[in-house]
């Protein structure tokens, strides 16, 4: 049984990709058994081409390169990679557009998870592309969240709400970690169903962190002394269309985790909120209609997918 899978989404972003695996390869020892699982989610062929003339380049045992013939959003094209993971104690779910910093950071969160009974999921600190200090926690996303925003709940219960932009130092338990890079037990994951493949973008770690929290009585670290680069969202280009994506997988998520009413009162505050918003942007007009709508998945990024068929 391997220590760790590692899986890895490419989606028109091959150099970021390679330069992943690179890292992961450098930066770890033999102290470790691991593997890595590129999922390709179905990018563009000259970019799958390009991603899988450099892996083999590298002719490493540890590498497989699997390619989806449609576009599954990060959930499902995780979930992919899990499919084809080797029988393995923990996943190490890590963007493409990433490098490491720490030596064998992948043993050292391992170690943390063995000595500590009630993590569930951990992760080492972001920095940017100048390894500067990057928030990597966030409070679970929830109706306060939304429409008292954070600054407020971090001020008003400290305890409940850690402040997000400070330096911890010692390993800290937080509400939930960037998707960027998380780390968690197999068995755990399995128990808890894995990704919810219904949340095409966004929330996939808060979803994650909540039901491993309801479940499982098991909570997500954040281990400062581990750290690691993180570009930031290489593959989505910001639009209207993602922030109507944001809209549908938050008030999904909502329902999910809190009920009808919680999802009803914040679709009704988006309502208000953008209609005022579309008056003088009126790019924000699609995304009111949406809202009116009640924004259902059926509206979701997810159904527009085309599908590939050149493996």
Same mark, same amino acid.
Not at 26 to 37: G, L, P, S, V, Y
Not at 108 to 115: A, G, I
Not at 220 to 235: D, G, V
């Given at each position: 049984?391997?220590?760790?899978?590692c899986?890895?989404?490419?989606?028109?972003?091959?150099?970021?990709?390679?330069e992943?695996v690179?890292?992961?390869l450098?930066?770890?020892?033999?102290?470790?058994?691991?593997?890595?699982?590129i999922v390709d989610?179905?990018?563009?062929?000259?970019?799958?081409?390009?991603?899988?003339?450099?892996?083999?380049?590298?002719?490493?045992s540890n590498?497989?390169?699997?390619?989806?013939?449609i576009?599954?959003?990060?959930?499902?094209?995780?979930?992919?990679?899990?499919?084809?993971?080797?029988?393995?104690k923990?996943?190490a779910?890590?963007?493409?557009?990433?490098?490491?910093?720490?030596?064998?950071?992948?043993k050292?969160?391992?170690?943390?998870?063995?000595?500590?009974?009630?993590?569930g999921l951990?992760?080492?600190?972001?920095?940017?592309?100048?390894?500067?200090?990057?928030?990597t926690?966030?409070h679970?996303?929830?109706?306060?969240?939304?429409? /008292?925003?954070r600054? =407020?709940?971090?001020?008003l219960f400290?305890?409940t709400y *850690? @402040?997000? +932009?400070?330096?911890?130092? %010692?390993?800290?338990?937080?509400?939930?970690?960037?998707g960027?890079?998380?780390?968690i037990?197999a068995?755990?994951?399995?128990?808890?169903?894995?990704?919810?493949?219904?949340?095409?973008?966004?929330?996939e770690?808060?979803d994650?962190?909540?039901?491993?929290?309801?479940?499982?009585?098991?909570y997500?670290?954040?281990?400062?002394?581990?750290?690691?680069?993180?570009?930031?969202?290489?593959?989505i280009?910001?639009?209207?269309?993602?922030?109507?994506?944001?809209?549908?997988?938050?008030l999904?998520?909502?329902?999910?985790?809190?009920?009808?009413?919680?999802?009803k009162?914040?679709?009704?505050?988006?309502?208000?909120?953008?209609?005022?918003?579309?008056?003088?942007?009126?790019?924000?007009?699609? /995304?009111?209609?949406? =809202?009116l709508?009640?924004?259902?998945?059926?509206?979701? *990024? @997810?159904? +527009?997918?085309?599908?590939? %068929?050149?493996?």
């Open positions: 049984m391997l220590d760790v899978s899986i890895i989404i490419n989606y028109n972003t091959s150099k970021y990709t390679y992943a690179v890292s992961l450098d930066m770890h020892n033999n102290t470790i058994k691991f593997e890595i699982i989610n179905a990018s563009k062929e000259e970019d799958y081409i390009v991603l899988k003339s450099s892996l083999n380049n590298l002719n490493k590498l497989q390169l699997i390619r989806s013939t576009n599954t959003g990060f959930g499902g094209g995780n979930m992919l990679g899990v499919a084809h993971a080797s029988p393995t923990y996943y779910f890590i963007n493409n557009d990433t490098l490491q910093v720490s030596d064998n950071c992948l050292h969160l391992k170690d943390f998870m063995e000595t500590e009974p009630d993590a951990c992760s080492p600190q972001m920095l940017d592309e100048h390894k500067n200090f990057r928030v926690i966030d679970f996303s929830s109706l306060q969240r939304e429409i /008292l925003r600054p =407020l709940l971090e001020t400290p305890k *850690l @402040k997000r +932009k400070i330096e911890y130092i %010692e390993p800290t338990k937080v509400h939930y970690v960037q960027s890079f998380m780390f037990e068995n755990d994951f399995h128990d808890i169903g894995g990704f919810d493949t219904n949340l095409f973008l966004f929330y770690e808060s994650i962190s909540k039901r491993l929290l309801k479940q499982k009585h098991k997500s670290y954040l281990i400062p002394s581990l750290k690691y680069i993180h570009y930031k969202s290489a593959s280009k910001k639009n209207i269309d993602i922030k109507i994506e944001q809209k549908i997988s938050l999904y998520y909502t329902k999910k985790h809190y009920g009808w009413w919680h999802q009162i914040l679709n009704l505050y988006y309502i208000l909120r953008y209609f005022f918003t579309s008056i003088f942007k009126p790019k924000y007009w699609k /995304l009111f209609t949406i =809202l709508s009640g924004a259902p998945l059926s509206r979701s *990024l @997810k159904y +527009k997918q085309p599908i590939n %068929e050149e493996v």
